[in-house]
């Protein structure tokens, strides 16, 4: 079992700036693919980004991309989500997963994670 704390959410007006980390704990050892999806009132929850376990490999979702880098220290057994030039579109409930790492994965379907934190509001006015 994984067991997954996300922190750092709150309120940024557009155009400012916010970090986002989640800390596994438990049973770290296995190389975890990690996510961060978003789910805003009344929509579905969305892929951000997600990161391989090497960190070498990272994926952003369009709406995200050039504005907000995701990171890991796995040291710390730390992911975290940076977030620049916020929107206020960009208001949802902030959750981080980890999953298995598979050859080929892309890690942008809540699917392929096995295990989820309790999620950070984000919440940025205009």
């Known amino acids: 079992q994984v067991q997954l704390v996300g922190s750092g959410g709150g309120l940024a007006q557009a155009g400012g700036s916010l970090r986002l980390s989640c800390a596994a704990s438990g049973r770290t050892v296995s190389p975890y693919a990690m996510g961060w999806f978003r789910q805003a009132p009344g929509k579905e929850r969305e892929f951000v980004a997600a990161?391989?376990?090497?960190?070498?490999?990272?994926y952003y979702a369009d709406s995200v991309k050039g504005r907000f880098t995701i990171s890991r220290d796995n040291a710390a057994n730390t992911v975290y989500l940076q977030m620049k030039s916020l929107r206020p579109e960009d208001t949802a409930v902030y959750y981080c997963?980890?999953?298995?790492?598979?050859?080929?994965?892309?890690?942008?379907?809540?699917?392929?994670?096995?295990?989820w934190g309790q999620g950070a509001q984000v919440t940025v006015s205009s």
């Open positions: 990161i391989s376990w090497s960190g070498g490999s990272r």
């Open positions: 997963a980890a999953g298995n790492e598979y050859f080929g994965g892309t890690y942008s379907r809540p699917y392929e994670y096995n295990y």
